[in-house]
């Protein structure tokens, strides 16, 4: 049985009006046709400051309640008897958030109620479209800034700064740079070197419905997969993840208080082979806009595969999957950006990102050095409570994920090949908290250097110093990842080989810089081989996959002649 009533808690009569307002007074200085996007500053929260005392004061209100979160389709609520919980993980006792599975039904329902406001979204001029999400992005950087980050340390597990990084700064520059994407993108008209002929392009939406899928482990993923088809005109079905439900649904609050209209983006939690199938069967999809697992990727493609006879257009696949990401050290290279950078790479936010440094491969001279620093640090390391200011890393973010990470140390634990150099301790008493794991291997192509783990474990593997070469080529053939790499180096020489030997390695390449901390607009995210489709989000190419160009040749003369000038 399902439970439907209409929506009361953001979509109050006075919503169209708030929007009015808010887009007359937040965009006061916005003007469309000449906006350049900047990159949105972000607050240190240092100790005594308003943006620390603001933040607390969230936390403190927010964090011993369990939000009830509908499905929502249109201006309707949904509410079914398929009952989930959404937990804190460094405390998973405590629940934040309760959601509900839709049925295929209801899966079916949002599919309709999108192509139902298809028409007249799509038919709205780009500048009225892109005023909902600056508005948007005015309203998370001024207003709801505190609650997206609340909501992301609590529901995530994210530190204030990594909550930050990623609920506030780039989920407003996807937003902003979006908009600006949009306007350079749709400028280019086609030639039209005759007086008498108008030739033109139409930059449409797609025909039919997105599906967005989104991840954990960031929330700005989750507002930008399902934002940038909506921007370019399409309609979409958002399914956020179990993990991330409290922050992406304060996320879509936020849009339609901004101003988007029913229907546009309709939020439907849902157990993913449920989704997945209704989706892949409806003969309107347009594009599935995924980050998540090879697997789950793999199989979208597989029914999407399986369904190609029934569809109006062929769908449109966007997917980032992870990696196994790397540094590789050259003897020449710093060593202590080396450590810092490594440090950071793989165990900021328990090495649940998808950049984060999994492998490193350095000079057997240059080990000893950089192990004792690193084991150095690893001491300092606290890991706790997201709510804790001194923690570096908090729990991972699920049972799932704690057994999964569990499994690869304690197998490492047990190997002939491998050593446990720092950490390697796991507790899921309170929460699910995996230490900072550092090993050795005596095996560059161990199982463990090949496999994405996503947590945090960083393998090291020293090679003979004068053979970077060998094992450069070594690094690049060991995962079938291409997302992304770190190479420090100071030698020119060897930087010019390395860079080479490694070009088709990474999606994102960094050199003497960690593998971490794309910046939208500065490095275009996404990678190759299992790792994805890399469509660059945060680039400018990107909102390309959400538009179906049609191009309009007028001619304004009449045609009179049919024989051909070869023929006279």
């Known amino acids: 049985m399902t439970n439907i009533r209409l929506l009361k808690k953001f979509l109050r009569p006075s919503a169209r009006l708030q929007h009015v307002r808010c887009a007359s007074s937040m965009l006061k200085n916005y003007d469309f046709q000449t906006y350049v996007a900047v990159n949105e500053p972000m607050n240190t929260y240092g100790p005594d400051t308003k943006e620390r005392q603001q933040l607390q004061e969230t936390l403190d209100r927010w964090k011993n309640k369990t939000a009830d979160i509908p499905i929502v389709i249109g201006d309707e609520e949904f509410r079914t008897n398929d009952v989930r919980y959404q937990v804190m993980p460094f405390d998973h006792q405590k629940k934040i958030a309760k959601f509900y599975y839709a049925t295929p039904e209801i899966v079916q329902k949002a599919i309709d109620s999108s192509m139902k406001a298809r028409k007249q979204w799509e038919r709205t001029p780009l ?165 998540g697992s090879v697997r789950t990727f793999k199989t979208l493609w597989k029914l999407v595969s399986q369904n190609l006879d029934n569809y109006v257009s062929y769908p449109k696949l966007i997917g980032e999957c992870g990696g196994k990401n790397f540094h590789f050290v050259h003897k020449s290279a710093d060593i202590t950006s080396v450590v810092v950078g490594t440090i950071r790479s793989a165990f900021e936010f328990g090495g649940q ?125 060991t995962s079938p990842f291409a997302l992304t790499g770190a190479l420090f180096v100071k030698d020119p020489k060897a930087r010019e080989e390395l860079v080479d030997t490694f070009k088709d390695l990474a999606g994102n390449f960094y050199i003497n810089d960690k593998s971490t901390g794309s910046v939208v607009g500065q490095q275009p995210f996404g990678g190759a081989r299992m790792s994805g489709t890399n469509d660059k989000a945060g680039g400018p190419h990107y909102l390309m996959k959400f538009v179906s160009v049609q191009c309009v040749k007028e001619t304004k003369a009449p045609l009179t002649k049919w024989v051909l000038p070869s023929m006279q």
């Open 127 to 291: 500048e009225k479209r892109a005023e909902v999400f600056m508005t948007a992005a005015e309203m998370i950087s001024k207003q709801y800034r505190m609650d997206v980050m609340a909501a992301t340390m609590l529901g995530q597990g994210k530190n204030i700064w990594e909550a930050e990084i990623d609920a506030a700064a780039e989920l407003i520059d996807f937003l902003r740079f979006n908009c600006q994407y949009a306007k350079d993108m749709t400028a280019y008209q086609p030639l039209s070197p005759e007086q008498t002929i108008t030739n033109s392009a139409v930059y449409r939406g797609c025909e039919g419905f997105w599906a967005a899928i989104t991840p954990f482990n960031f929330t700005a993923i989750g507002g930008h997969l399902c934002s940038a088809p909506a921007m370019m005109g399409n309609v979409c079905l958002w399914k956020p993840s179990d993990t991330a439900m409290l922050s992406n649904y304060t996320v879509y609050k936020i849009y339609r208080e901004a101003g988007l209209p029913p229907g546009v983006i309709n939020f439907i939690p849902a157990d993913g082979p449920v989704f997945g199938d209704v989706i892949t069967k409806s003969p309107h999809l347009a594009g599935i806009n995924f980050t």
């Open 353 to 477: 990102k998808c950049s984060a440094c999994s492998r490193m491969y350095i000079p057997q001279s240059m080990w000893p050095e950089v192990k004792q620093k690193l084991v150095d640090i690893h001491k300092d390391i606290k890991v706790g409570s997201a709510l804790d200011n001194k923690v570096l890393l908090s729990a991972v973010i699920d049972d799932k994920a704690f057994k999964r990470i569990k499994s690869y140390i304690d197998n490492a634990k047990n190997s002939s090949n491998l050593s446990v150099v720092a950490g390697g301790n796991c507790d899921d008493s309170q929460g699910y908290f995996v230490e900072p794991t550092i090993l050795e291997t005596k095996d560059p192509q161990d199982v463990i250097m090949q496999e994405e783990i996503f947590g945090p474990v960083l393998t090291v593997y020293p090679y003979p110093d004068d053979e970077y070469l060998k094992y450069a080529e070594v690094a690049s053939k």
